[in-house]
């Protein structure tokens, strides 16, 4: 019961000092199950291109907000940035990242959206579509999506630290989806 208390106070001192702030969201961090079952796959080293917003969607892709303040991309205030640093990461932390190789993985980040308004429940959806090139032929071209949704609060003290916190998990959701489809894996064997 003290862990709670402590947690409820650290949340409203960090609203506190985030009143009327932008917010960065937290770095990317790699989830091991994900860099393991890339490790395990056999793929071949790739590197990474380009990642750009959709350019019809680009102000609600790359503009969120968080019950009024500014959530806003560690990377160059950019959530495609964010998408293709998490990736790089992922793919680094599998020991498969060489900015030399033949294989090229790009993407375009199509739908980002942070909803954190629920005084139920808050979620955050991601669409990107993931290109994989292999000596300039296309090997794969698909779009991918993830939902995540947690615990909301009516207290702004409660709930926005919860959308700092979950909006990244969604970002690892959508990245598992990817990794986990067999054709992406097809595309990136040696």
């Known amino acids: ?10 949340e409203v001192v960090l609203l506190v000092l985030m009143a009327g702030c932008t917010i960065v969201a937290p770095k990317y961090a790699p989830l091991p199950d994900s860099v393991n079952r890339l490790r395990d796959a056999a793929l071949a080293p790739v590197k990474i291109g380009t990642f750009t917003s959709d350019p019809k969607n680009k102000d609600s892709v790359e503009r969120l907000s968080v019950r009024g303040n500014p959530y806003v991309s560690p990377y ?19 020991r498969l990242l060489d900015p030399s190789s033949s294989v090229e993985v790009t993407g375009v980040l199509l739908r980002n959206e942070l909803n954190a308004l629920g005084f139920v429940t808050a979620d955050a959806q991601i669409d990107a579509r993931f290109v994989v090139t292999r000596n300039g032929q296309v090997r794969f071209d698909k779009i991918k999506s993830a939902k995540h949704e947690w615990d909301s609060h009516f207290v702004g003290a409660i709930a926005v630290p919860r959308a700092f916190i979950n909006y990244p998990i969604a970002l690892q959701k959508l990245l598992e989806s990817l990794y986990g489809d067999p054709e992406f ?3 990136l064997r040696r």
């Open 1 to 10: 019961m003290r862990s709670t208390a402590l947690k409820a106070v650290l």
């Open 76 to 94: 160059g205030d950019s959530f495609a940035a964010y998408l293709q640093e998490a990736l790089r990461q992922d793919l680094e932390a599998a």
């Open 185 to 187: 894996t097809a595309a």
